[in-house]
T-cell receptor, first 114, second 113 residues
């Protein structure tokens, strides 16, 4: 089991560009969570998805941010028209459908907006 | 929603000493409390967890305690070693239903050799 895979590990974008972050959950996991981590801060919940469904997006900014978890392929967190304040580490975590307990984290994507 | 407070934000100890990190939560429905360790530049990894039907759990040098009445839980690390240096996060969530782990802000533990 390869674990939760995120790519890219590092992403540099100029202001105004789009950032696409990908997350492949562990095999057999159908629950995906995205968190944002700023320096010296904790893990801030953004969005919770299951296959083809957004379950809770209460932590996601209303504009420029979107997430999906299609039937086939990885979960995508998309940030449009990035600004400097979007620079952070974005972590994805997954959990198995029949437990809803321990969340396994990916290595994260470090987004830098220049 | 759930709110998790974690203290202290920084903890510095000498090798061999004990370290204690404390968290409080707000939602009485929370019943699962994991602790994660994050080394610099790496992913958070689960080190121990406790469920609401248990008051204490121990795994070698690490122990967690839970007081449901007071809504607080703590991580205890005994005989600390330099490799214990990392950021530790507590979290609270409800297992089943819309499970979303809510994390504390983290504690940076520094163990001096």
């Amino acid at each position: 089991n390869a674990g939760v895979m995120q790519n890219p590990r590092h992403l540099v974008r100029r202001r105004g560009q789009e950032a696409r972050l990908r997350c492949s959950p562990m095999k057999g996991h159908s629950h995906v969570y995205w968190y944002r981590q700023l320096p010296e801060e904790g893990l801030k919940f953004m969005v919770y998805l299951q296959k083809e469904n957004i379950i809770d997006e209460s932590g996601m900014p209303k504009e420029r941010f979107s997430a999906e978890f299609p039937k086939e392929g990885p979960s995508i967190l998309r940030i449009q028209q990035v600004v400097r304040g979007d620079s952070a580490a974005y972590f994805c975590a997954s959990s198995p459908v029949d437990r809803g307990t321990e969340a396994f984290f990916g290595q994260g994507t470090r987004l830098t907006v220049v | 929603g759930e709110n998790v407070e974690q203290h202290p934000s920084t903890l510095s100890v000498q090798e061999g000493d004990s370290a204690v990190i404390k968290c409080t939560y707000s939602d009485s429905a929370s019943n699962y409390f994991p602790w994660y360790k994050q080394e610099l530049g790496k992913r958070p990894q689960l080190i121990i967890d406790i469920r609401s039907n248990v008051g204490e759990k121990k795994d070698q040098r690490i122990a967690v305690t839970l007081n449901k009445t007071a809504k607080h839980f703590s991580l205890h690390i005994t005989e600390t070693q330099p490799e214990d240096s990392a950021v530790y996060f507590c979290a609270a969530s409800t297992s089943g239903g819309s499970y979303i782990p809510t994390f504390g802000r983290g504690t940076s533990l520094i163990v001096h050799p």
